[in-house]
């Protein structure tokens, strides 16, 4: 089993029974990071202040196979501006599924997708992107051989403007436009805090560090809706408190809608606004932290009957 797999099954197991036949629903959490500094602090009073905005993106009885496989199905939720809404469920629940049907990345075979409620039924991954949809990956997508500096810039792909033939020559526009690139990449790495790897290969950071700029990566591309598939997988509790930290600052700060899949339960629950839960491809639960810690169905998942 590999490092980060593991990882997986531990977090999930982490949701211990509590006293009262509960599940226990701790983790690294959120609410121990804000109490570490007013800063936080004050940042957590705001999100409970926050008000999320209109539906943004509206999935309508998606189902999605693959030969006999019922990845999801006849799944609904929608998604609102400026939330952090996250995905859970076990292993195999169809959660990496939606965010690639959410992308592009799979075309499902029945349902709607609405998203700043224009109707599609199929999109290319780029079209996502230039729509201002980013993601990151449950495994780290990044050039191992290239700089950190290099990866970034990646993230501004969809942004280039000016042609191949001007790019090549260097000329007029293509420079300043590079220029512009050059300065909005060097911003994701100050607010990022990774000015002192820079220059450093990918393939030579430790994997907490290849989480966060592949984070970078993402964020490089100013997206309005950023999809985290397991942001924190395979981390120790401190990398976990600065990429919880990263993702509040980033929906604070700029806004961003988040759709996060991730396992440790303390930090779903303290920083997500809502929560859907999947379960076997099915949807057993959706609602705030609150709601969905109550719901039976939830509490039979994570407790282990029948998994
Ligand atoms: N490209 C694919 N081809 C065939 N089957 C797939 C493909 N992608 C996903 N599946 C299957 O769909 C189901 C859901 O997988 P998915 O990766 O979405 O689950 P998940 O909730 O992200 O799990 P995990 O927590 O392990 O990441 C699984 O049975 C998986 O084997
Ligand atoms: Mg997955």
Redesign the pocket.
Known sequence: MSGDARM?QMAWQGVARGGDGQPAWSGASAAAIAAESPREDAQAAQAHARQAGDVILDLQNISLS?GG?K?LTDISFDVREHEIRAII??????????LNVINGVYHPQQGRIVFRGEERRKMHPTEAARQGIARTF?NIALFKGMTVLDNIMTGRNTKFRSGLLANALWWGPARNEETRHRRKVEEVIDFLEIQAIRKTPVGRLPYGLQKRVELARALAAEPSMLLLD?PMAGMNVEEKQDMCRFILDVNHQFGTTIVL?E?DMGVVMDISDRVVV?DY?KKIGDGTPDVVKANPDVIRAYLGAGH
């Open positions: 997986t693959f496989v990845a469920g076990p292993n195999g629940a169809g959660k990496s599924s939606m449950q397991e899949i396992h999947l491809g």
